[in-house]
């Protein structure tokens, strides 16, 4: 999402980034008077007898507030009622309304990516509601590989966000998650995610989606009727974005808005879409957002394939689908589509399946794109059915009385606040601890001096697309209740250029008892519309670190602040270094929630969501190569750990705790047969020449019923002497021999917490076809026979077992 429009973009660039964060904080003077009028208002509710009468009109003329009739029905007659002109003014995010039939405005763009924000038209703070809960950055969320917490608070954030429309504060269409797999530890928008893997990426999406759309009770079973699904009540709706292959925002000249992804169907399917059908088909979301870049030559937004085909086609959305902000201006500008015109623009996008312009195009060439005949009126009328839809289901036109007692005290409560606090705890991640300098203990540990630039750490810690935080409990207030604190910042800012103020941080770390460094980046260095050169702690961050490693008297404990990853094997070769902790950017409760772990208040389990390079990783190929696999030819590494082979800093998945975990596999199935149809064809794989493929090799897995799961119970054992989380993780490892695997893939996971000396059963019920899919060269999506391995756990605790597939007639 851009904050301003193209052409400012255009002539700006990353400029415009500084006046998102210099928003006018309401209560300061800066906030406007349109602002604090909304407030107290309370939210439209379309279908009021007093409004109508209001305007003059006489509601029960208008069957489309007739809550006798079907949602369907409604929508056709308000539709039916508009002229054309009219109907244009209803497919940009701007929507006008029709005063003649009672329609008010509605502003489609708010966002709650990790809170309710202030980013977009749609949601305003006040003096009323001042803040709301801020929780981590989505990357440390992601970290907590913990469903049931993503979708809590998905379900508080949806909370406050309705509290919010209810004082006329908030929209009810909120364009969160962001959902694009993070492909390089270069991109900019890294934070916003939920990592590498599609999986993780796709459960994230599920969870974060029904905690914000589900009204609790409504949820839809297996047997719900599709009636039932395109008119379920939604709390909010979400969207999941940027569809698709979209994670290059502005990397040395090449910008998202002349991007050019050049995709194979391969890696489409196994990776960059495979997220977004996870969150249409598991998640039922409401909305799906294209993006700026193009695939394969056309621009996502005018992609029928993508679009209509396969969103609507395939996955069978219940939504609407809405361009990226300017987006359709990008493609006329930038990407100079076809040399179109405008007009041909909106027609192209509209036939595509667009049905919302976030921007102006739609409002201002639809009118001209009809009368010159490039688009039917009934392109229009279908896309405001899908817009209407959605608003019937959040009550836009009948209220939602479940929701109508919510007000200022549901937003930013001591519960709401806490989850905020628990998710940051749960997503941080120990990374080193060889030394036992963690946790730091209270009676010893008395007198600590904070360094570096992120000890005071406020607006860094909450990262962007942003709300203001209910409080910025920073690392020194955090670190304070446990304490006596001192801070020296050793570095003026993250770019630490020069050594000016090292001296004070050093004498200082000569003297305490410990010394805690909170070290890394910020969004000057990785932010929409800035994507990273190197994986480098800028300036002399590093050689504070040795210094401070050199000279203190107590243990030193080094804190990362960044979503991507950051090359600190220096750090980890260094013993002086006592503990090394990834904090993400955790939110307005993070400096509490890094204190409790370094404290040992928290016992940490979260787990890298992605792979962390070594520095020289990104001079080996262009950030814009899209293929996952290695390029030999090129000697292009590969990406992820489904694919680069070499040796990463820390792996996806990695992440140390206070104790120590034991497993022992408790039942594992051997082997699977699964049946083939008297009609399904055995289908080919490539298989290293060494390697005798099996008779019958692979089955399409859309011939097969999938019906079978198979189950694994291991027992998870705390052999220390603390209580801790951990994660278990479940992966298959396709058969040896089969050429252009990945090397394994991620099929499930669990968060369990295990008390010291106690053991917990984990059980996984996987399915036994999807769980070894994968995907061959020509896209098709195949079960493999032979031996697959299942994985669980990591390098420091695993257990794996082989298991057979048999294809059989
Ligand atoms: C997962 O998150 C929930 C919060 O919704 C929390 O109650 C639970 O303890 C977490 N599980 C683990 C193992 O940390
Ligand atoms: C599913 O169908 C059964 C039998 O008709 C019914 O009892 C049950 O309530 C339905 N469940 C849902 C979630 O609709
Ligand atoms: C819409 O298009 C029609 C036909 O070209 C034209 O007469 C009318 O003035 C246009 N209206 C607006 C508001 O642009
Ligand atoms: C921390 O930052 C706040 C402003 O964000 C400032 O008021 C305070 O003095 C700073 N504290 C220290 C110890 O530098
Ligand atoms: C707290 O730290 C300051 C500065 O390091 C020191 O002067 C003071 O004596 C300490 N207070 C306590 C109670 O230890
Ligand atoms: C060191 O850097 C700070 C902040 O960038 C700057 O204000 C200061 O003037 C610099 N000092 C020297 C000696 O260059
Ligand atoms: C660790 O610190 C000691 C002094 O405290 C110093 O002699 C040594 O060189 C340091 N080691 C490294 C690897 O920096
Ligand atoms: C952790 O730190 C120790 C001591 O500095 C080092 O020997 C070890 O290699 C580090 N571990 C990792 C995984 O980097
Ligand atoms: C871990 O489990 C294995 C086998 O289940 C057992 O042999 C080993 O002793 C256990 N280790 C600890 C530290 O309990």
């Given at each position: 999402?851009?904050?301003?429009?193209?052409?400012?973009?255009?002539?700006?660039?990353?400029?415009?980034?500084?006046?998102?964060?210099?928003?006018?904080?309401?209560?300061?003077?800066?906030?406007?008077?349109?602002?604090?009028?909304?407030?107290?208002?309370?939210?439209?509710?379309?279908?009021?007898?007093?409004?109508?009468?209001?305007?003059?009109?006489?509601?029960?003329?208008?069957?489309?507030?007739?809550?006798?009739?079907?949602?369907?029905?409604?929508?056709?007659?308000?539709?039916?009622?508009?002229?054309?002109?009219?109907?244009?003014?209803?497919?940009?995010?701007?929507?006008?309304?029709?005063?003649?039939?009672?329609?008010?405005?509605?502003?489609?763009?708010?966002?709650?990516?990790?809170?309710?924000?202030?980013?977009?038209?749609?949601?305003?703070?006040?003096?009323?509601?001042?803040?709301?809960?801020?929780?981590?950055?989505?990357?440390?969320?992601?970290?907590?590989?913990?469903?049931?917490?993503?979708?809590?608070?998905?379900?508080?954030?949806?909370?406050?966000?309705?509290?919010?429309?209810?004082?006329?504060?908030?929209?009810?269409?909120?364009?969160?998650?962001?959902?694009n797999v993070a492909r390089d530890p270069r991109w900019?928008?890294i934070?916003?995610t939920?990592g590498e893997d599609p999986?993780?990426v796709?459960?994230?999406?599920?969870?974060?989606?029904?905690?914000?759309?589900?009204?609790?009770?409504?949820?839809?079973?297996?047997?719900?009727?599709?009636?039932?699904?395109?008119?379920?009540?939604?709390?909010?709706?979400?969207?999941?974005?940027?569809?698709a292959a979209y994670d290059v925002d502005?990397w040395q000249?090449v910008?998202r808005?002349?991007f050019d992804a050049r995709v194979t169907e391969r890696d489409m399917l196994e990776t960059f879409v495979r997220p977004f059908?996870?969150?249409?088909?598991?998640?039922?979301?409401?909305?799906?957002?294209?993006s700026?870049n193009r695939v394969n030559g056309i621009?996502t937004?005018?992609?029928?394939?993508l679009?209509?085909?396969?969103?609507?086609?395939?996955?069978?959305?219940?939504?609407?689908?809405?361009?990226?902000?300017?987006?359709?201006?990008?493609?006329?500008?930038?990407?100079?589509?076809?040399?179109?015109?405008?007009?041909?623009?909106?027609?192209?996008?509209?036939?595509?399946?667009?049905?919302?312009?976030?921007?102006?195009?739609?409002?201002?060439?639809?009118?001209?794109?009809?009368?010159?005949?490039?688009?039917?009126?009934?392109?229009?009328?279908?896309?405001?059915?899908?817009?209407?839809?959605?608003?019937?289901?959040?009550?836009?036109?009948?209220?939602?009385?479940?929701?109508?007692?919510?007000?200022?005290?549901?937003?930013?409560?001591?519960?709401?606040?806490?989850?905020?606090?628990?998710?940051?705890?749960?997503?941080?991640?120990?990374?080193?601890?060889?030394?036992?300098?963690?946790?730091?203990?209270?009676?010893?540990?008395?007198?600590?001096?904070?360094?570096?630039?992120?000890?005071?750490?406020?607006?860094?810690?909450?990262?962007?697309?942003?709300?203001?935080?209910?409080?910025?409990?920073?690392?020194?207030?955090?670190?304070?209740?446990?304490?006596?604190?001192?801070?020296?910042?050793?570095?003026?800012?993250?770019?630490?250029?020069?050594?000016?103020?090292?001296?004070?941080?050093?004498?200082?770390?000569?003297?305490?008892?410990?010394?805690?460094?909170?070290?890394?980046?910020?969004?000057?260095?990785?932010?929409?519309?800035?994507d990273?050169?190197?994986?480098?702690?800028?300036?002399?961050?590093?050689?504070?670190?040795?210094?401070?490693?050199?000279?203190?008297?107590?243990?030193?404990?080094?804190?990362?602040?960044?979503?991507?990853?950051?090359?600190?094997?220096?750090?980890?070769?260094?013993?002086?270094?006592?503990?090394?902790?990834?904090?993400?950017?955790?939110?307005?409760?993070?400096?509490?929630?890094?204190?409790?772990?370094?404290?040992?208040?928290?016992?940490?389990?979260?787990?890298?969501?992605i792979t962390?390079y070594?520095?020289?990783y990104v001079h080996q190929f262009p950030m814009t190569s899209m293929p996952l696999r290695p390029i030999d030819d090129l000697g292009y590494p590969g990406r992820t750990y489904k694919f680069f082979s070499g040796?990463p800093?820390?792996?996806f998945?990695?992440?140390?705790?206070?104790?120590?975990?034991?497993?022992?596999?408790?039942?594992?199935?051997?082997?699977?047969?699964?049946?083939?149809?008297?009609?399904?064809?055995?289908?080919?794989l490539s298989?290293?020449?060494?390697?005798?493929?099996?008779?019958?090799?692979?089955?399409?897995?859309?011939?097969?019923?999938?019906?079978?799961?198979?189950?694994?119970?291991?027992?998870?054992?705390?052999?220390?002497?603390?209580?801790?989380?951990?994660?278990?993780?479940?992966?298959?490892?396709p058969?040896?021999?089969l050429l252009g695997m990945p090397l394994k893939q991620?099929?499930?996971?669990?968060?369990?917490?295990?008390?010291?000396?106690?053991?917990?059963?984990?059980?996984?019920?996987?399915?036994?076809?999807?769980?070894?899919?994968v995907v061959e060269e020509t896209a098709y999506q195949?079960?493999?026979?032979?031996?697959?391995?299942?994985?669980?756990?990591?390098?420091?605790?695993?257990?794996?077992?082989?298991?057979?597939?048999?294809?059989?007639?």
């Amino acid at each position: 999402m851009a904050m301003a429009t193209f052409q400012l973009f255009l002539s700006l660039g990353a400029a415009i980034l500084p006046l998102l964060t210099m928003a006018a904080r309401p209560g300061t003077g800066l906030s406007s008077s349109a602002v604090t009028l909304t407030s107290g208002q309370g939210p439209t509710i379309v279908c009021d007898h007093l409004r109508f009468k209001d305007l003059g009109l006489d509601m029960k003329s208008f069957p489309f507030c007739d809550k006798s009739l079907s949602y369907g029905v409604r929508v056709k007659d308000l539709i039916d009622r508009m002229t054309l002109v009219e109907k244009v003014g209803q497919i940009g995010d701007q929507a006008t309304g029709v005063p003649r039939l009672g329609l008010p405005k509605y502003d489609w763009w708010s966002e709650a990516l990790h809170g309710v924000a202030y980013v977009g038209h749609g949601t305003h703070f006040d003096d009323i509601v001042p803040a709301a809960t801020s929780f981590p950055e989505v990357i440390l969320m992601a970290a907590s590989f913990n469903e049931s917490l993503w979708k809590a608070i998905g379900q508080v954030v949806s909370t406050e966000a309705r509290a919010m429309n209810n004082l006329g504060l908030a929209g009810l269409t909120f364009w969160s998650p962001n959902i694009n797999v993070a492909r390089d530890p270069r991109w900019g928008r890294i934070m916003e995610t939920p990592g590498e893997d599609p999986y993780t990426v796709g459960r994230y999406a599920v969870n974060y989606v029904r905690g914000l759309q589900d009204v609790e009770g409504t949820t839809p079973g297996t047997n719900t009727t599709e009636e039932d699904l395109n008119t379920r009540p939604l709390k909010v709706a979400a969207c999941c974005k940027h569809y698709a292959a979209y994670d290059v925002d502005n990397w040395q000249g090449v910008d998202r808005y002349h991007f050019d992804a050049r995709v194979t169907e391969r890696d489409m399917l196994e990776t960059f879409v495979r997220p977004f059908e996870m969150c249409v088909r598991d998640g039922d979301v409401s909305s799906v957002m294209c993006s700026y870049n193009r695939v394969n030559g056309i621009p996502t937004c005018a992609d029928p394939k993508l679009l209509s085909e396969t969103i609507r086609g395939e996955w069978n959305l219940h939504g609407y689908i809405v361009s990226d902000c300017d987006s359709l201006e990008v493609m006329h500008h930038g990407h100079k589509f076809l040399n179109d015109t405008p007009e041909d623009t909106v027609a192209q996008t509209l036939r595509a399946g667009l049905d919302l312009d976030c921007g102006l195009y739609f409002t201002k060439y639809t009118n001209s794109s009809v009368s010159q005949g490039k688009v039917r009126q009934a392109d229009i009328d279908k896309a405001l059915n899908n817009l209407y839809m959605v608003l019937m289901r959040l009550g836009f036109f009948d209220g939602s009385p479940v929701y109508a007692g919510l007000g200022k005290s549901d937003v930013c409560s001591d519960s709401n606040i806490e989850l905020a606090a628990e998710a940051a705890r749960e997503g941080i991640v120990l990374l080193n601890n060889s030394m036992g300098g963690l946790p730091l203990n209270k009676l010893k540990h008395k007198n600590v001096v904070v360094v570096g630039p992120h000890g005071n750490a406020s607006n860094a810690m909450i990262g962007n697309y942003e709300g203001y935080p209910c409080r910025n409990m920073t690392p020194l207030i955090g670190l304070s209740e446990y304490a006596n604190v001192s801070y020296e910042p050793g570095c003026a800012d993250i770019n630490c250029l020069n050594m000016t103020l090292f001296h004070r941080a050093v004498t200082a770390a000569k003297n305490a008892d410990a010394t805690i460094l909170l070290m890394g980046i910020d969004l000057s260095v990785e932010a929409e519309g800035r994507d990273r050169n190197d994986l480098l702690l800028p300036g002399y961050q590093h050689q504070l670190i040795s210094e401070i490693a050199d000279a203190a008297k107590g243990p030193v404990i080094l804190v990362i602040l960044s979503a991507g990853g950051v090359d600190i094997s220096f750090a980890m070769d260094n013993p002086n270094v006592s503990a090394v902790v990834w904090a993400g950017y955790p939110g307005g409760e993070g400096g509490r929630a890094i204190a409790d772990v370094i404290y040992g208040h928290y016992n940490p389990g979260g787990r890298l969501p992605i792979t962390w390079y070594q520095a020289d990783y990104v001079h080996q190929f262009p950030m814009t190569s899209m293929p996952l696999r290695p390029i030999d030819d090129l000697g292009y590494p590969g990406r992820t750990y489904k694919f680069f082979s070499g040796k990463p800093l820390f792996p996806f998945g990695y992440g140390l705790s206070y104790t120590s975990f034991n497993y022992t596999l408790k039942t594992a199935t051997k082997s699977l047969a699964i049946h083939l149809g008297k009609y399904v064809q055995c289908r080919q794989l490539s298989y290293a020449e060494s390697v005798k493929p099996p008779p019958c090799p692979a089955a399409l897995v859309s011939d097969l019923s999938c019906a079978k799961t198979f189950e694994i119970e291991v027992i998870v054992q705390n052999v220390g002497t603390i209580g801790g989380s951990h994660v278990v993780m479940v992966y298959t490892v396709p058969p040896s021999g089969l050429l252009g695997m990945p090397l394994k893939q991620l099929v499930g996971f669990q968060r369990v917490f295990v008390s010291a000396g106690g053991s917990e059963v984990v059980k996984f019920k996987l399915n036994g076809c999807q769980s070894f899919t994968v995907v061959e060269e020509t896209a098709y999506q195949v079960v493999p026979a032979g031996v697959s391995t299942v994985l669980i756990g990591d390098d420091k605790v695993s257990v794996s077992f082989p298991l057979e597939l048999q294809l059989h007639y």
